[in-house]
Nanobody
Framework: QLQLVESGGGLVQAGGSLRLSCATS????????MGWFRQAPGKEREFVAA????????DYADSVKGRFTMSRDNAKNTVYLQMNSLKPEDTAVYYC?????????????????WGQGTQVTVSS
């Protein structure tokens, strides 16, 4: 069992930055591929980014590529999402997810554990 707790969300002006964190508890964090997803009001949840178990490989949605950076610290059992040049369309609840021995999947159905989400609001 793995528990995930996101933090770092908030209200920011367009062009600003936020850093989300996802702290996990449980064993064998390094066995999990980690992903970030988001869900805007009235929309389906969508893939944002994923990182391999070692942290050596990342994948990003086209909408955030070049602006967001995902990283992980396996010693601290934590993943991060650095979000720069934020836009109003980035407004959503952001979720952290874990896939056991996964392949950095973009499909939410492949993830085994989810956090409760953290709200990110970008004002224009």
């Amino acid at each position: 069992q793995l528990q995930l707790v996101e933090s770092g969300g908030g209200l920011v002006q367009a062009g600003g930055s936020l850093r989300l964190s996802c702290a996990t508890s449980g064993r064998s964090f390094s066995r999990y591929t980690m992903g970030w997803f988001r869900q805007a009001p009235g929309k389906e949840r969508e893939f944002v980014a994923a990182i391999s178990r070692s942290g050596g490989s990342t994948d990003y949605a086209d909408s955030v590529k070049g602006r967001f950076t995902m990283s992980r610290d396996n010693a601290k059992n934590t993943v991060y999402l650095q979000m720069n040049s934020l836009k109003p369309e980035d407004t959503a609840v952001y979720y952290c997810a874990a896939e056991y021995f996964g392949g950095s999947s973009r499909s939410e159905h492949n993830y085994d554990y989810w956090g409760q989400g953290t709200q990110v609001t970008v004002s224009s």
